[in-house]
Structure formats: structure tokens, C-alpha cells
């Protein structure tokens, strides 16, 4: 199954990154998008592992949950498109134009 990315999920990832960095431990940041991009990968083969997104209760959106992180997909018949990498406790926020 094909994985792409919308430009929002991106800049959150490469946002995670930054974040870190920021911190001072930009170790901590490349580790959690590396095991981010690791559950990312788990979907090619398990497309539905993720639960629907409870405020959107569209079947085809769906999340992972990497602690803190939420990662937001949509799912279609043949691909997945990885919408957010989102904070948990955010609300979430789809673009229009990426779903």
C-alpha cells in the first residue's frame, strides 16, 4: 500500500525536529520522528490499525497514538495519505485542500 504525505504532516515532523532542537537535546527529536516514521510504516501492511478520529467519526480518518503525538491519516482503498503529526492535546486541525 502506497504512504504519502501531505505537506502539513511535513512541516509537523520537521516542527518535532525543531522543537527539539530548540531544547537543547536534538537527539530526542530525531529519535521520536524516527520512531514515528516507524509506526508510519506499520500501516502499508495493517491500513486500518489506527482507531477513526473520534471528532470526525469519518471511517476513512484515522490516527495513530505515539505518545505525546497523534499521527492522522486517511485512509483509501489502495493508499494512505498521513495528514498531521499532531500534540494530543491539540485540537485537531485538517487542511481543506490535503484530506
Given at each position: 500500500m502506497l504512504i504519502s504525505f501531505t505537506r502539513s504532516a511535513i512541516e509537523d515532523l520537521e516542527g518535532i525536529?525543531?522543537?527539539y532542537q530548540d531544547?537543547?537535546?536534538?537527539?530526542?527529536g530525531d529519535e521520536f520522528v524516527s520512531a514515528i516514521?516507524?509506526?508510519i510504516e506499520t500501516l502499508a501492511s495493517?491500513?486500518?490499525?489506527?482507531?477513526?478520529?473520534a471528532e470526525?467519526?469519518?471511517?476513512?480518518?484515522r490516527e495513530l497514538i505515539h505518545p505525546?503525538?497523534?499521527?492522522v491519516y486517511f485512509r483509501e482503498s489502495d493508499s494512505i495519505k498521513i495528514i498531521r503529526v499532531w500534540r494530543s492535546?491539540?485540537?485537531l486541525d485538517l487542511p481543506d485542500a490535503e484530506v
Open positions: 525536529k525543531y522543537y531544547q537543547g537535546v536534538a537527539n530526542n516514521m516507524k509506526r495493517h491500513p486500518d490499525i489506527g482507531r477513526i478520529v470526525l467519526e469519518d471511517n476513512h480518518i505525546p503525538f497523534r499521527v492535546e491539540r485540537l
